[in-house]
């Protein structure tokens, strides 16, 4: 079953503008991921924020994560055409070696020039 | 040089057919996957194998039958394709354990007519 599930779906923007794109996800979890996949491409690791974390900076990118809610948010500032793809977030399920890490359905963003 | 590397990126090819995927990482990592991500961006794990050996089988099918001849190779083979399996099949791979970091291959988009 799937363990993140992103909102919203789908993001139109403005260059220059700010996205904001939010996971949720059902149990407990020692980290969460974000990664970017752009249109035809793998999917590449962005950020990756501990439980004990409560905010994360990575150039224009900004994680918070809510434990006590089961959710995070990556933000995207001063958004740039190349920004355009989309964006996952992945949690991890099990522990040691047969864990392995689930995604969600993902936000597919958009940002026009 | 390419971490992850899988080849072919393009298949077509008719039901019933045989096909396989072939895949090598140079990161030294001890764990790699097989994801299967369907049209809707859904991004599903199918196999994990740490060092050779079969950690992770979601339930996929029988006809689909990875092997890994060394840790820096795991390849997929399909048999009997059907027209559900057209997908698009990553590769990746990942150090020992769960909730660590994914690198991913560029993806094999697998078309069956």
């Known amino acids: 079953s799937q363990q993140g599930e992103e909102d919203p779906q789908a993001l139109s923007i403005q260059e220059g503008e700010n996205a904001t794109m939010n996971c949720s996800y059902k149990t407990s979890i020692n980290n969460l991921q974000w990664y970017r996949q752009n249109s035809g491409r793998g999917l590449v690791h962005l950020i990756l924020?501990?439980?004990?974390?409560r905010e994360k900076h990575s150039g224009r990118l900004r994680v918070t994560l809510d434990t006590s809610k089961k959710s995070s948010s990556l933000l995207i500032t001063a958004s740039r055409a190349a920004d355009t793809a989309s964006y996952f977030c992945a949690t991890p399920r099990g522990s040691g070696n047969t864990g392995k890490l689930i995604f969600g359905q993902g936000t597919t963003l958009q940002v026009k020039p | 040089d390419t971490a992850v590397s899988q080849t072919p990126k393009y298949l077509v090819t008719q039901m019933g057919n045989d096909k396989s995927i072939k895949c090598e990482q140079n990161l030294g990592h001890d764990t790699m996957y097989w994801y299967k991500q369907d049209s809707k961006k859904f991004l599903k794990i199918m196999f994990s194998?740490?060092?050779?050996?079969?950690?992770i089988n979601e339930t996929v099918p029988n006809r689909f039958s990875p092997k890994s001849p060394d840790k820096a190779h795991l390849n997929l083979h399909i048999n009997s394709l059907e027209l559900g399996d057209s997908a698009v099949y990553f590769c990746?791979?990942?150090?020992?354990?769960?909730?660590?970091?994914?690198?991913f291959g560029e993806g094999s988009w697998l078309t069956v007519v």
């Open positions: 194998y740490n060092n050779k050996e079969l950690i």
């Open positions: 990746a791979s990942s150090p020992l354990g769960a909730g660590n970091t994914i690198y």
């Open positions: 924020i501990r439980s004990n974390e």
